[in-house]
């Protein structure tokens, strides 16, 4: 059993496009430390909030008697989101507003976000503003391509920005 213990603080934005832009993120068949998995997309645009995001793969989180488990066949993708708000229009870090798509499929943030062990920071980021947040998603067991969407006001002004969690490159 691997219990997730991360410390995450940022923001997360898209690239101009609708307001249901997708990115995916393919994770890679190595593993890197600490069980970490990771992948990423494009480059910055002067007035975005740029973003992006990394995905660990847990299989519960916190610890007895508040452990969150996932349903059988199921486990935890916990998403580390970073945001760069360059912008004028801020962008919300709500679970509501955040959904992860795995294999094609879309799902809400799970409750688990609110797990200590995940560094979940609610909040509008506004201009200048660098804010790093987590969120939890129940997945399918053989999820391994996923994807982060904002659906909230604003996706428009997102725009993906791979150098964001570039110390983890090796």
């Given at each position: 059993?691997?219990?997730?213990?991360?410390?995450?603080?940022?923001?997360?934005?898209m690239r101009p496009s609708d307001s249901r832009t997708m990115h995916h993120q393919h994770v890679e068949e190595t593993q890197l430390e600490s069980?970490?998995?990771?992948?990423?997309?494009?480059?910055?645009?002067?007035?975005?909030?740029?973003w992006d995001f990394e995905v660990i793969i847990v299989?519960?989180?916190?610890?007895?008697?508040?452990?969150?488990?996932?349903?059988?066949g199921n486990r935890f993708a916990a998403v580390k989101l970073r945001l760069v708000n360059?912008?004028?229009?801020?962008?919300?870090?709500?679970?509501r507003l955040w959904e992860l798509t795995a294999n094609g499929h879309r799902?809400?943030?799970?409750?688990?976000?609110?797990?200590?062990?995940i560094d979940y920071d609610e909040r509008e980021v506004r201009q200048g503003d660098d804010t790093t947040t987590g969120l939890?998603?129940?997945?399918?067991?053989?999820?391994?391509?996923?994807?982060?969407?904002?659906?909230?006001?604003?996706?428009?002004?997102?725009?993906?920005d791979k150098s964001l969690f570039q110390h983890n490159k090796k």
């Open positions: 059993m691997l219990t997730l213990r991360i410390n995450i603080n940022g923001e997360n934005c069980g970490l998995y990771s992948g990423r997309s494009s480059a910055p645009q002067t007035e975005a909030c740029r299989s519960s989180l916190g610890e007895f008697p508040f452990e969150h488990r996932p349903s059988m360059q912008g004028k229009i801020p962008i919300s870090t709500s679970r799902y809400p943030a799970h409750v688990g976000t609110y797990d200590m062990s939890v998603f129940e997945v399918p067991s053989d999820a391994k391509e996923f994807g982060l969407e904002y659906v909230g006001i604003g996706a428009y002004v997102l725009e993906r």
